[in-house]
């Protein structure tokens, strides 16, 4: 019986899931909701159903008989979409609102991993300006400054200057930037070293960690300017060896997952884990309960199982089977609208792009208007290559990219050049 798939998301993220789902010969259809335009193009069945609307998503899941739904982006996953679905009966694989906790609160996480000594940088949380700030002035630059709550990969600010601390608690305690209920901020002290990202599939018997990956978060070359949802990424990362990799899993991840479960907020979906590689071995950044963008549209590109039957194992507590490629390198470049991060410009046309066999194009911030794909958000799609190594693919994919008309875009010259 072939299977009816529901993707929960609308971002380049969903767009890598839906289209890996769709090469499975174990399914009919699937669905994206809300998805985007661009989405179509790959035969994803887009649902005009916002992704907070959860009594619409469910009556759709009952009417298209839709088998099993995946949750790509955070806010759903905060606002209880798993516990509504699962309360029908309707298979979802995610986490409940109780265990997204992970991600919807800094100063959760920071707990979790200072009672289970899971190794990450010392800090403190603050919900007073004057309190804050006084931390910050006792303490020695650079300091890494953390909004409490959602914040689309944003309400992280590295403060170089006492002037940028003050600002960035400012804008995050006193003008509530990221309309948080409660405004609260976490300090951190700054951690030097190489940083990476290990997702891992969680189920309730066991742990099964992917291909490491690097993410891009900063807008500008070199790393520098104000963060963004992630400009690029690449897998495997050269630098973090099989060793590392366990290391992560027995000091990291296993303590994580059963600290959850010692808690009363068991996880199960998908364990973003965001790692700086230090002189003292490799230290927790963030947790995020998800996927995460762009990293997911190198990775599936990397796994050479059917995704269906991986996701399957899991929701039917069954060892999964996970085989990545062994060889070579994917890269990702993310193209954005200019002024991104900040305010920027909509409805400026795509080109036409040619499909290729070595290119694959995954859209987010997009729309269609009189039969033409025109920007519609921050990071309008994102371009993939693989080949043998980081350096063949990044030229593959700049070569790409300077062959199309994108003056009115915008997007990084150095994905995977940077540490």
Same mark, same amino acid.
């Given at each position: 019986?072939?299977?009816?798939?529901?993707?929960?998301?609308?971002?380049?993220?969903?767009?890598?899931?839906?289209?890996?789902?769709?090469?499975?010969?174990?399914?009919?259809?699937?669905?994206?909701?809300?998805?985007?335009?661009?989405?179509?193009?790959?035969?994803?069945?887009?649902?005009?159903?916002?992704?907070?609307?959860?009594?619409?998503?469910?009556?759709?899941?009952?009417?298209?008989?839709?088998?099993?739904?995946?949750?790509?982006?955070?806010?759903?996953?905060?606002?209880?979409?798993?516990?509504?679905?699962?309360?029908?009966?309707?298979?979802?694989?995610?986490?409940?609102?109780?265990?997204?906790?992970?991600?919807?609160?800094?100063?959760?996480?920071?707990?979790?991993?200072?009672?289970?000594?899971?190794?990450?940088?010392?800090?403190?949380?603050?919900?007073?300006?004057?309190?804050?700030?006084?931390?910050?002035?006792?303490?020695?630059?650079?300091?890494?400054?953390?909004?409490?709550?959602?914040?689309?990969?944003?309400?992280?600010?590295?403060?170089?200057?006492?002037?940028?601390?003050?600002?960035?608690?400012?804008?995050?305690?006193?003008?509530?930037?990221?309309?948080?209920?409660?405004?609260?901020?976490?300090?951190?002290?700054?951690?030097?070293?190489?940083?990476?990202?290990?997702?891992?599939?969680?189920?309730?018997?066991?742990?099964?960690?992917?291909?490491?990956?690097?993410?891009?978060?900063?807008?500008?070359?070199?790393?520098?300017?104000?963060?963004?949802?992630?400009?690029?990424?690449?897998?495997?990362?050269?630098?973090?060896?099989?060793?590392?990799?366990?290391?992560?899993?027995?000091?990291?991840?296993?303590?994580? =997952?059963?600290?959850?479960? @010692?808690?009363?907020? $068991?996880? /199960?979906?998908?364990?973003? #884990? &965001?790692?700086? !590689?230090?002189?003292?071995?490799?230290?927790?950044?963030?947790?995020?309960?998800?996927?995460?963008?762009?990293?997911?549209?190198?990775?599936?590109?990397?796994?050479?199982?059917?995704?269906?039957?991986? =996701?399957?194992?899991?929701? @039917?507590?069954?060892? $999964?089977? /996970?085989?990545?490629?062994? #060889? &070579?390198?994917? !890269?990702?470049?993310?193209?954005?609208?200019?002024?991104?991060?900040?305010?920027?410009?909509?409805?400026?046309?795509?080109?036409?792009?040619?499909?290729?066999?070595?290119?694959?194009?995954?859209?987010?911030?997009?729309?269609?208007? @009189?039969?033409?794909?025109?920007?519609?958000?921050?990071?309008?799609?994102?371009?993939?290559?693989?080949?043998?190594?980081?350096?063949?693919?990044?030229?593959?994919?700049?070569?790409?990219?300077?062959?199309?008309?994108?003056?009115?875009?915008?997007?990084?010259?150095?994905?995977?050049?940077?540490?």
């Amino acid at each position: 019986m072939k299977r009816n798939i529901l993707v929960i998301g609308s971002g380049g993220r969903e767009h890598a899931l839906c289209k890996r789902l769709l090469e499975s010969s174990k399914v009919n259809q699937v669905f994206c909701a809300k998805g985007n335009d661009g989405m179509k193009r790959d035969g994803i069945q887009i649902v005009d159903i916002l992704e907070d609307n959860h009594e619409e998503l469910i009556n759709f899941s009952k009417e298209k008989k839709i088998d099993w739904v995946l949750v790509g982006p955070e806010v759903p996953l905060m606002n209880g979409l798993v516990d509504d679905f699962e309360a029908v009966g309707i298979k979802v694989f995610g986490p409940k609102k109780s265990a997204a906790m992970i991600e919807g609160s800094k100063e959760f996480a920071k707990e979790l991993m200072t009672r289970f000594n899971i190794p990450t940088a010392k800090y403190e949380s603050f919900s007073d300006f004057n309190l804050a700030y006084e931390y910050v002035e006792n303490n020695s630059l650079p300091i890494v400054i953390k909004a409490d709550g959602l914040a689309a990969g944003k309400g992280v600010v590295i403060a170089e200057t006492y002037e940028e601390a003050k600002q960035a608690l400012k804008e995050m305690l006193v003008e509530n930037t990221f309309n948080n209920e409660s405004p609260k901020v976490v300090i951190e002290e700054f951690l030097v070293g190489k940083e990476f990202s290990l997702l891992s599939f969680v189920s309730e018997t066991g742990i099964y960690p992917m291909v490491a990956a690097k993410d891009h978060k900063a807008i500008f070359d070199n790393d520098k300017g104000p963060n963004t949802g992630g400009m690029g990424a690449y897998s495997p990362v050269y630098y973090v060896t099989k060793e590392i990799e366990e290391t992560v899993l027995e000091t990291i991840i296993k303590p994580t =997952i059963a600290g959850m479960k @010692n808690l009363g907020t $068991p996880f /199960i979906g998908i364990l973003y #884990t &965001g790692l700086i !590689l230090t002189a003292n071995g490799p230290k927790v950044i963030e947790y995020n309960a998800r996927f995460g963008d762009p990293e997911t549209q190198v990775l599936l590109e990397r796994l050479d199982s059917d995704f269906v039957e991986v =996701i399957e194992s899991l929701l @039917n507590n069954q060892e $999964p089977v /996970i085989n990545w490629r062994e #060889t &070579g390198v994917t !890269l990702g470049v993310v193209v954005a609208a200019k002024g991104y991060p900040s305010s920027y410009e909509t409805d400026v046309s795509l080109p036409n792009f040619k499909k290729e066999e070595t290119t694959k194009i995954f859209y987010s911030g997009v729309k269609e208007k @009189n039969q033409q794909l025109v920007s519609n958000g921050g990071r309008v799609f994102l371009v993939a290559c693989s080949d043998v190594s980081k350096d063949v693919a990044h030229e593959k994919v700049y070569r790409w990219l300077n062959e199309q008309k994108l003056s009115p875009f915008y997007y990084r010259k150095d994905i995977g050049r940077t540490i």
